[in-house]
């Protein structure tokens, strides 16, 4: 990552306004959020998770507050790749907003026919891997555990988008994120996102059931900051590419304490539900004092 | 996508009427720049600045006129205690007005508007609107709550034509949930109408439509779903519906909330 002159930001070869994006999911294909929020203010949107097929998510509750925290188990409910990148993602590019596209599949089959649409489209440069799902049942974090799996991933995905920026995005649900981030690193990931949701669950005591058909869910939110901020540090100590920082931020403060852990960027996910303008109150803040220099010295 | 603008405004609370132990009739200032919103839509209230609780609050419009937007408040947690204890002079963010759909209008015809608990808010909405725009003929409210405290005493009853009241422990009028009393009203002839109206709980709106709606040319109804964005992006809010092919999710926040009650595989209703 540099910083050239203003807070602009690379990740890969891709040169982007300011280092503060909309999180996967919350950010839908962007268009929802007109009139809300000023997307072209933003370094960039991260799409919501889309895979090869259509997916229609999971069914029963999906959504649950805890204090602090969001539980969700939408299960990756997206539109497919055909609609994704024939209609959401034109769309995108016209009205100017730098979108990172991200993928995600449920096997290796699916993976490769989904790698090869984003290659055919020849508008893509930049993508986030999703490896990390904690709510579909194939894929998601089954891959994002295995040091090997990720390395695979990315492989495959910088042979077949050659010279496309790619980004693996990391689940905390595991013992050594950083074992992870450096698998990617090795596999020739441009960068790393980190934190996915954490995974959780709520148990509706009127009907003495699992409030989710799943059980588990994922939560994110302020709840998981402290989780998100200790991930970013141990992963900056472990590799050289940049690390773009997710998880509970509720603040401008929480995004200058990400950089100060020594994230290159950051993205806000649940937090746009409710303070629809956070996104851009931290990209004023950074134009006005400059993005916050590491302190994390660790070990480097 | 209905094709209205929406915004996040701030608005000042402008009054706070006890209408029962546990609902508020909440006055706010109407922003500016508030778009014209239409029975069915919502908004999207931030009660509080800090963490807990977390999300926005959806409420239906209950009404919109020239200078005021006004919520029908029913306190059950901690969001809508909140909300239930502003105080005039306050200011809240408002997202909105919200929804994808709208109720369409009788074309002058008879109405039966079924409202459960405070699912009344945006059929009173639509009675308004519509006696403004002289675009129905008769209207009959059947509210149906739990106990005669619920039903608010003689609040609306200038909003329609006539207000039929039923209660669950039979404390005021009909004794019995309120798809029964409209079953029973219309079997008695004390009322016909051609359009019906709903918004209530899921189990009340989906007996209305499979056990009465056959009575009437057309059943809308307004759903309810906890939500987290408001419009359409994250998908927590989805209902099963019936599509040609098959199933398939919509949002309640966006693909509705309002829908042709036949759209809805209830069946697979949770
Ligand atoms: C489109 C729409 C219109 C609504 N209109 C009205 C109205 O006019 N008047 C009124 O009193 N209430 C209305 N509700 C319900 C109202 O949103 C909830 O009562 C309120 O969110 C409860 O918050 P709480 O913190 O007090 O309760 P809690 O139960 O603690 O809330 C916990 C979570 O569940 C959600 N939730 C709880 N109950 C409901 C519910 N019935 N529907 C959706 N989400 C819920 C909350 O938003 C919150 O995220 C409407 C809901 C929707 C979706
Ligand atoms: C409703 C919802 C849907 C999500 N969907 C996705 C997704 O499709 N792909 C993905 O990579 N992350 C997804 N996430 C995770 C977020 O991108 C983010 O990593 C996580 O929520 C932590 O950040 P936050 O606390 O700021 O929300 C989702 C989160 C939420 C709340
Ligand atoms: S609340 Fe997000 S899609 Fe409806």
Redesign the interface.
Known sequence: MSTTGSIKVTIGDILFDNPVFLASGPAGYGEEYDGFIDLQRLGGIVTKTVTYEPKAGNPGTRLQETPGGLLNSVGLENVGASVFFGEKLPRLLDRGIRPIVSLAAEDWDGYRKLLDAAADTGMIDIVELNLSCPNVERGGMAVGTDPRMISRYVGHAKDILSGAAIIAKLTPNVQDIGRLALAAEEAGASAITAINTIVGMDIDIRVKKPVFKRKRAGLSGPAIFPVALEAVWRIVNTVDIPVIGVGGIDSVDDALKFFMAGAAAVQVGTAIFYDSHLPEKIVTELEKNGIPASINTEGN | MAGI????FRAEVAGNEKLSSACRLIRFARPEGFPDAKPGHFVAV?VNSS??????RPYSIMDLTETELVLLVKVVGPGSRLLGEAEVGDWMDI?GPLGGTVFPSPDGEDAVFVGGGTGLAPMIFAARTWKREKDSANTYLIHGAATSEELLGTFCEEDFTKVFRSTMDGSEGFNGDAVSFLQSLLKDGAISASKLYSCGPAGMVKSLELKVSTRFDSHYTSLEA?????????????V?SREEEGR??MAVC?DGTVFDASQIAWE?W?
């Open positions: 603008e929406k915004g996040l931030r963490p807990v609780p977390l999300l926005r997202a906890v939500m987290a964005c408001g419009v359409g992006a994250c998908r927590g809010c989805t099963p398939k999710l966006s697979d949770e």
